[in-house]
């Protein structure tokens, strides 16, 4: 499962970003950070004319040495970043890609909450929660 | 060959590598004047051949690297420029030696090299040599680029002569096998007769030849070569040479496509001349005839087809780097052709590609790296990404670069360059160290990775031994909301507002703690009322009238408003303190202190008296009043306020600050006004009934006591006092007040005037308070309900009817009396200007009722011309008083007690003159009450005006004043008339009009009757009594102030006593005039025998 998962605005700050493993939470933000050079990228790469029935999960943005780093861009521009570990062998592309959907989901139900200012970090526990069962257990 | 050079770029394969080295001692600067000169001929034509070549000048060249000359021969030193320094004839033999030895460095493959020998003169300068060449100093060497062209071109007739040599091998002849210096040993006893072996040198020849081909300007030839090497080394799996041989094909490739050049900093190449399409056409079929390994080159169409297209270059470089991957020691030739293709991808807009590429690179394990190489690898891989647009990478390894110059491994940490890396990387992580930006949003997110880029911002400036930087970050941080310990450091080195450069150009600005505290408002606030200035009116409505021709417009006033919106329409005056009041509040979790909190204006001179102020923890909005003093006159503007807080000082300005509330910020200013402070004789009071006072007093007195109010007036201002106004105004609006309440005289405290600073004038203000507490209508009614009547009239006044039941002695409170005294004052400048202030003092006088009179009635006294005046007096203080009137012995009040006083009162005539004159006589019946306190403290109470003007109607006199003459002798109720039996008595009646109209015409009928003083009175008295003449008169009309007289005789026939009543009759019905005013004396004649003489 995810080490990291995190939520980045339109404008490339993040909304939300929680990683397993707290103490190295530095290095997950820059991970993250990194990686959206990579999402910025693929949004820009995709032709104009396809926009609209565009591919929302960006798949794999580049491996680390310990991790992978898949995202996924909502239509208004949302980013979703997941790190997994590179041990995790077993993970398989669509297992990501339901794991990005549920997120979106999740993250549209924030959306939706009329006293949620959009711009603003995400603190809704029923979204944490949901994050929550997507993030590896940490013993 | 271990040290990459991580600036190359696929043009490099077209370049030969020179080397200008200095020999001995040579300045640095002279130096690298002279490797500047020698490195402008890059390129130069050859003039037979119409080719160009290439060079590369490197001032430091690894001989390893040279070592891997023949794998790739941009990589061979083929040049070598020594420059050197040489002053005396005696040292030039051990100059020429060092230079021979220098040149056995790279002796293996050089083709040519040069000395330059600066300062030699004489007879060794004289001597002809061509791989020297003598100037007699570093600022005199004019043919230096000549020299190199020179030089340039015997390298190039060496290389083609190398190329062709090569290239005319035959393919029977035994070829000679190319290693990679690492290889060398692997082919010791390797068998080379078999084909394998000759294919593989073959082919490694063949990209050797198409290498130079390359750098001998030769591009089609060049392409045409690698092919066939490829083709060649494929088939017997020498992966490292295949490699090579590809990337050769893919610069080839590349230098054909981008003539530009692919590396960032192009400049220095001239696309116009080594435009690869030229060279193409340039190369006529002809010229390649020389070419004897394979007549297939001499084709126009190899040109398309030999060139690879865009992507097959990129394909082609992935398969290269796959096969240095291969080779352990080939790290450094991976890890460039990575740098050349990524370079390539990136003009050609691939940037994922790029980053794959880039990823690759961060993989390739050189060994064992110098920090420094670290460093440089770091800075390079940024670099790249930041080519690509990969501006978040390019930071972060800057960053990592930036690290790295402060490993702990290293001895000697270059904090200076760490701290430049980490300002570069500021972009990247979309921080901005300007202020300014802060508001713009830009600093949103990642907050964690800035906050930590921030700190190391912080510790590396700090460790380069540069505490302003570090205190000018550390406040960033702060700004930031981040709590540091800034007090430690500001101790030091004091934070200040001016903006810090580094010696590198860069700025920063100063940074401003805006949100320490966080201010929510501002707003100015106007002078306390007695100090306000007011605008004289007649000027106002001149200043007005200038604004605007137009008596109302809409217009005008619409676009007023915007105006006005900042303009604050109260004025400030110059030389007093003016007040700016901000609601600030601390966000902080600790308590903070801000001292030297002041305010930024413009406009008008301002001397801001700084505060401080201490905030608690997380406080709510707490108000702090700025204050300041304006030293000249005209509009201010408040632009925002300076603080210093940790030691930092910050400028805020108002208008880059969000979220805060103003209601203006200009304000007028103006000039100077006088000041007065205002001390009264009696204490202060706290009560202030309405906010304009600027002070009030209050004080207690008994109904028509009177006391007197000194106040003293002192000029406390700069300026002198030249006017002074008193007015006062009756706050509570008492029908039943008499007299004055204020009475003040000025003339004295005007004769002071003008009242210099620091002088003061006292002006004496009595008070008095004179009040009704008795209810009029009740004494009306007390009056009449005793059915007293007034001087014997019978009182038909239509107000009796109204019968109200009595109130026996009711309970009356104290009252209140309130007055503002009003002094308004000008002088110095402000006066000019029509200008004015005001100081107001609130009276309040608590009014105790003393005594008064419950009741009042007259009793008719036995004269017309008096009656007595009944008053029943009540005290209702609690002191015992002793009452005095006139002439009257004293009456003895005890408290709450009424006793019944009785004043014989003669009335006087009634005054033409109306009511003034009533006034007067009023007073003139007032009571003088001296009150006896306990205290044996006399007070004197005048009481007045309690006798109102019904009761007066009843004490005055009628108008029309009646005389009856009896026998000569005037006569009244209680004078009796003798007169004799048989004399005619002469009667006179005359009739006064005192009143303002003319009254009459009347008739009057003397009546005579006799009273049996048993209540029988006998009016048939024809026998005793005779008229002589008629016993009626007839009174004509009467002018005001005339009078008529009628006269008659009486003829007593019998001794008696008599009396005689004239009757008045009134013929004309119309007529209104009071019953009163015809009370005529009813006369007593007494008829006594004549006296026989």
Known sequence: MAVCIAVIAKENCPLYIRSVPTQGELKFHYTVHTSLDVVEEKISGVGKALADQRELYLGLLYPTEDYKVYGYVTNSKVKFVIVVDSSNTSLRDNEIRSMFRKLHNSFTDVMCNPFYNPGDPIQSKAFDSIVSTMMVQAC | ?1093
């Open chain 2, 1 to 1093: 060959m271990s040290v990459p050079d991580y600036m190359q770029c696929a043009e490099d394969h077209q370049t030969a590598l020179v080397v200008v080295q200095p020999m001995g001692i040579v300045p640095e600067d002279q130096f690298f004047r002279i490797y500047k000169r020698i490195a402008s001929v890059s390129q130069v034509s050859i003039r037979d051949s119409q080719r160009v070549l290439f060079i590369r000048y490197r001032h430091h060249y690894p001989p390893e690297n040279n070592e891997w000359g023949d794998f790739q021969t941009h990589r061979k030193v083929v040049g070598l420029i020594s420059v050197t320094s040489c002053t005396t004839t005696k040292e030039w033999p051990q100059t020429s030696d060092r230079f021979q030895g220098q040149k056995e460095v790279f002796g293996s493959t050089l083709y040519d090299s040069r000395l330059l020998v600066f300062g030699l003169q004489g007879e060794v300068a004289e001597q002809q040599r061509t791989d020297v060449a003598f100037y007699p100093s570093y600022d005199d060497c004019p043919d230096v680029e000549k020299r190199v062209e020179d030089f340039v071109e015997s390298i190039f007739i060496v290389l083609e002569s190398k190329r062709l040599d090569r290239a005319t091998d035959k393919s029977g002849d035994k070829i000679q096998l190319l290693c990679a210096p690492f290889e060398k040993k692997d082919f010791v006893g390797l068998d080379t007769d078999s084909r394998h072996y000759k294919k593989r040198c073959q082919g490694r020849m063949r990209k050797h030849v198409g290498d130079l081909c390359l750098q001998a300007g030769m591009l089609q030839d060049a392409l045409v070569h690698y092919h066939m090497a490829v083709e060649l080394l494929r088939s017997v799996n020498d992966f490292l040479w295949l490699g090579a041989a590809l990337e050769g094909l893919c610069s080839a490739s590349v230098i054909f496509h981008y003539p530009g050049g692919t590396a960032w900093k192009s400049g220095a190449r001239k696309p116009g001349v080594s435009s690869a399409a030229d060279a193409g056409k340039r190369h006529r079929p002809g010229a390649l005839t020389t070419n004897g390994i394979s007549a297939d080159t001499s084709t126009e169409i190899g040109r398309a087809k030999n060139c690879l297209s865009q992507e097959d270059i990129i394909e082609k470089y992935k398969e290269a780097i796959s096969y240095y991957g291969k080779y352990k020691s080939a790290g450094v030739i991976e890890l460039e052709a990575c740098i050349k293709a990524v370079r390539v991808l990136a003009i050609q807009k691939r940037a994922r590609e790029a980053s794959e590429c880039l990823q690759n690179v961060v993989y390739i394990n050189l060994g064992q790296l110098s920090e420094e190489e670290k460093i440089q690898r770091y800075s390079v891989l940024s670099e790249l990404y930041e080519l690509i647009g990969f501006h978040r990478k390019s930071a972060f390894f800057k960053r990592v670069a930036a690290m790295q110059c402060v490993a702990p491994t290293i001895p000697e940490p270059g904090w200076k360059a760490c701290y430049k890396l980490l300002l570069e990387t500021l972009p990247g992580y979309s921080l901005s160290l300007d202020p300014k930006d802060f508001s713009k949003g830009t600093h949103r997110g990642w907050a964690a990775v800035q906050l930590r880029l921030l700190h190391e911002l912080v510790y590396a400036s700090r460790r380069m031994g540069n505490p302003g930087l570090s205190v000018r970050h550390l406040s960033f941080l702060l700004k930031k909301e981040v709590t540091q310990s800034l007090e430690n450091y500001t101790s030091k080195c004091p934070g200040g507002m001016e903006v810090i450069s580094l010696p590198d150009g860069l700025k920063l600005p100063p940074v401003s703690f805006t949100k320490l505290p966080i201010v929510r408002s501002v707003s100015l606030l106007n002078l306390p009322v007695s100090l306000r200035p007011h605008k004289v009116k007649g000027l106002l409505g001149q200043g007005m009238s200038s604004a605007s021709p137009f008596i109302y417009s809409p217009i005008t006033m619409h676009s007023r408003g915007d105006e006005r919106s900042k303009k604050i329409d109260f004025q400030w005056v110059q030389g007093d303190v003016c007040e700016v009041q901000l609601m600030v509040y601390n966000p902080m979790p600790f308590e903070l202190r801000v001292e030297n909190m002041g305010l930024l204006t413009s406009g008008v001179d301002f001397e801001s008296l700084p505060a401080a102020l201490s905030l608690p923890a997380e406080s709510g909005l707490y108000p702090v009043t700025l204050v300041g003093v304006p030293r000249t006159a005209g509009n201010i503007t408040i632009n925002g306020y300076h603080t210093s807080v940790f030691g930092v000082s910050s400028d805020c300005l108002l208008e880059g600050l969000v979220g805060v509330k103003s209601s203006g910020c200009m304000v007028e200013v103006v000039p100077s006004l006088p000041r007065l402070q205002l001390c009264t004789s009696l204490p202060r009071s706290a009560h202030l009934s309405s906010e304009d006072l600027s002070t009030s007093v209050s004080l207690r007195l008994f109904n028509g006591e009177m006391q007197q109010l000194t106040i003293t007036l002192e000029n406390i201002g700069t300026e002198t006092l030249n006017t002074l106004e008193l007015t006062s105004k009756n706050l509570s609006t008492k029908e039943k007040l008499f007299g004055e309440f204020l009475t003040w005289d000025l003339q004295d405290a005007l004769s002071h005037l003008p009242l210099k600073s620091g002088q003061s004038v006292s002006i004496p203000v009595n008070i008095s308070a004179k009040l009704d507490f008795s209810g009029q209508e009740n004494l009306l009614h007390d009056l009449n309900d005793d059915g007293i009547s007034v001087t014997g009239l019978p009182v038909s006044s239509p107000l009796r009817q109204v019968l109200k039941p009595r109130a026996e002695n009711k309970p009356v409170g104290s009252d209140m009396l309130e007055a503002v005294l009003t002094f308004k004052y000008s002088g110095g400048a402000g006066q000019v200007e029509g200008y004015s202030r005001e100081l107001s003092l609130g009276v309040r006088v608590d009014v105790e009722p003393s005594v008064f009179f419950t009741r009042v009635s007259t009793l008719p006294a036995t004269s017309t011309r008096q009656c007595h005046l009944l008053l029943d007096v009540f005290n209702s203080t609690e002191h015992e008083l002793t009452l005095s009137a006139k002439n009257n012995q004293d009456l003895v009040l005890h408290a709450s007690e009424c006793q019944r006083y009785t004043h014989t009162h003669t009335q006087t005539p009634p005054s033409l003159e109306g009511r003034a004159k009533k006034e007067d006589r009023k007073n003139e019946k007032g009571k003088e009450v001296k009150s006896k306190k306990r205290k044996k403290l006399i007070e004197k109470a005048s009481v007045e005006g309690v006798l109102n003007q019904l009761i007066l109607e009843h004490l005055q006199l009628a108008p029309l004043q009646w005389d009856v003459v009896v026998n000569g002798k005037p006569c009244d109720c209680d004078v009796i008339a003798d007169c004799r039996v048989g004399d005619a008595v002469p009667l006179e009646v005359k009739l006064t009009n005192r009143s303002k109209s003319a009254v009459g015409p009347f008739s009057l009928t003397v009546v005579p009757f006799q009273d049996y003083q048993n209540g029988v009175q006998n009016y048939d008295l024809q026998d005793a009594v005779s008229f002589i003449g008629s016993n009626t008169f007839y009174i004509s009309t009467v002018k005001p102030t005339e009078n008529s007289v009628c006269v008659g005789a009486l003829l007593f026939l019998y001794t008696g006593d008599f009396y005689l009543n004239i009757k008045f009759q009134d013929d004309s019905t119309a007529r209104d005039l009071p019953p009163a005013w015809f009370c005529l004396p009813s006369v007593h004649v007494k008829a006594q025998e004549p006296v026989e003489l």
